[in-house]
T-cell receptor, first 115, second 113 residues
Framework: KAGVTQTPRYLIKTRGQQVTLSCSPI?????VSWYQQTPGQGLQFLFE???????NKGNFPGRFSGRQFSNSRSEMNVSTLELGDSALYLC??????????????FGPGTRLTVL | AQKVTQAQTEISVVEKEDVTLDCVYE???????LFWYKQPPSGELVFLIR??????QNEISGRYSWNFQKSTSSFNFTITASQVVDSAVYFC??????????FGAGTILRVKS
């Protein structure tokens, strides 16, 4: 079974621009979560989508948004980019069968550099 | 609020040494889940283990073992006979529902040949 895929792998943008990152979950997985990883703040939860609805949200400004499509693929968008948005953005998917626990499996990430 | 502390920023060992990575967590929830992930230089987080709060049984998987102690809120990870391929950043994480992980700062493990 193919793992979580993320595109693009690397991205360079300038301040003020916007960016869209894409994530394809493992086949059959219905939940997709996004995380930001920076040297200063570490790994931080951005949001989670399930059945095309945002189910959980972290403490990030409204410039960070996302969506999920009917095939469970997800995109996240960052508008009005700031230098501090430079980070590795990781996507994770889980089965979410309704049980007590689902393990999240991560993709390789998208490395965003804001100049 | 949930919090995970990995006090060891970086550990260096020589191949074949045993090494233990510490993880201390804080939560007010009675039901929660603990995880360990490995992040090699490629960047992808690789799932290693999960444990729920009701299962304090220690687990061994090959050279890896985990010690979960609710009394001290710790979930430590030991690698026996370390190898160069074990070099990576290791993250401990905590979750109430499993889909919103709170990560520790990570421990960089360097295994030298």
């Amino acid at each position: 079974k193919a793992g979580v895929t993320q595109t693009p792998r690397y991205l360079i943008k300038t301040r003020g621009q916007q960016v869209t990152l894409s994530c394809s979950p493992i086949s059959g997985h219905r939940s997709v979560s996004w995380y930001q990883q920076t040297p200063g703040q570490g790994l931080q939860f951005l949001f989670e989508y399930f059945s095309e609805t945002q189910r959980n949200k972290g403490n990030f400004p409204g410039r960070f948004s996302g969506r999920q499509f009917s095939n469970s693929r997800s995109e996240m968008n960052v508008s009005t980019l700031e230098l501090g948005d430079s980070a590795l953005y990781l996507c994770a998917s889980s089965l979410d069968s309704g049980g007590a626990l689902d393990t999240q499996y991560f993709g390789p990430g998208t490395r965003l550099t804001v100049l | 609020a949930q919090k995970v502390t990995q006090a060891q920023t970086e550990i260096s060992v020589v191949e074949k040494e045993d090494v233990t990575l510490d993880c201390v967590y804080e939560t007010r929830d009675t039901t929660y889940y603990l995880f360990w992930y490995k992040q090699p230089p490629s960047g992808e987080l690789v799932f290693l283990i999960r444990r729920n709060s009701f299962d304090e049984q220690n687990e061994i998987s090959g050279r890896y073992s985990w010690n979960f102690q609710k009394s001290t809120s710790s979930f430590n990870f030991t690698i026996t006979a370390s190898q160069v391929v074990d070099s990576a950043v290791y993250f401990c994480a905590l979750s109430k529902y499993g889909n919103k992980l709170v990560f520790g700062a990570g421990t960089i493990l360097r295994v030298k040949s």
